[in-house]
Antibody, heavy 121, light 108 residues
């Protein structure tokens, strides 16, 4: 069945950088829009970014624009989130999520288990 | 940006009771691009409802969604012990994608 496995989380100081990865399997990765969603401890869900199947269409939430960069490597079935200039309010569990094939307007039917990013001095 | 407001914040119910959760949008959600998710502690969210009223694969028929425009509802006909969780609505018709703040359904 569809699998999404995030990695790369950890503890980082304010102003630091971190790169998250999401390894996809059991589906044709290159056919799907992919998303990053985060959840601060004890808080609700916040959508962060999406990237189109070919990578030519990308969108970010205002809260991360200019600091985060989403990318993908379809040959490696992998999604990435490069996070720079991290702030304490970026502390959250980061999930990758997949929608429906080829649709940019799609609910998130599959989620990874999440990776925790903690920004603290 | 479409702001989604869920009510109530917490719903205290007993197993077997009916639960009704509300999600109100600050502007019309195009083509009913509205989803509901369930999240249990320590787990990723699970898609329950999409297109405002269609159940996702494997979701029991005690879950139903309704509504259009700016007002949407998730109903749980008879609460099972495993249904006590946090529920989020989300719109995916416009950018940025947005979620409601969540409704916690707790055991009374």
């Amino acid at each position: 069945q569809v699998q999404l496995v995030e990695s790369g989380g950890g503890l980082v100081k304010p102003g630091g950088s971190l790169r998250l990865s999401c390894a996809a399997s059991e589906f044709t990765f290159s056919d799907y829009y992919m998303n990053w969603i985060r959840q601060a401890p004890g808080k609700g869900l916040e959508w962060v970014s999406y990237i189109s199947p070919s990578g030519d269409s990308i969108y970010y939430a205002d809260s991360v624009k200019g600091r985060f960069t989403v990318s993908r490597d379809n040959a490696k079935n992998s999604l990435y989130l490069q996070m720079n200039s991290l702030r304490t309010d970026d502390t959250a569990v980061y999930y990758c999520a997949r929608g429906d094939v080829g649709k940019w307007k799609s609910p998130f039917g599959y989620w990874g288990q999440g990776t925790l990013v903690t920004v603290s001095s | 940006e479409i702001v989604l407001t869920q009510s109530p914040g917490t719903l205290s119910l007993s197993p077997g009771e009916r639960g009704t959760l509300s999600c109100r949008a600050s502007q019309s959600v195009s083509s009913s691009n509205l989803a509901w998710y369930q999240q249990k502690p320590g787990q990723a969210p699970r898609l329950l409802i999409y297109g405002a009223s269609s159940r996702a694969t494997g979701i029991p028929d005690r879950f139903s969604g309704s509504g259009s425009g700016t007002d949407f509802t998730l109903s749980i006909s008879r609460l099972e012990p495993e249904d006590f969780a946090v529920y989020y609505c989300q719109q995916y018709g416009s950018l940025p994608r947005t979620f409601g703040q969540g409704t916690k359904v707790e055991i009374k």
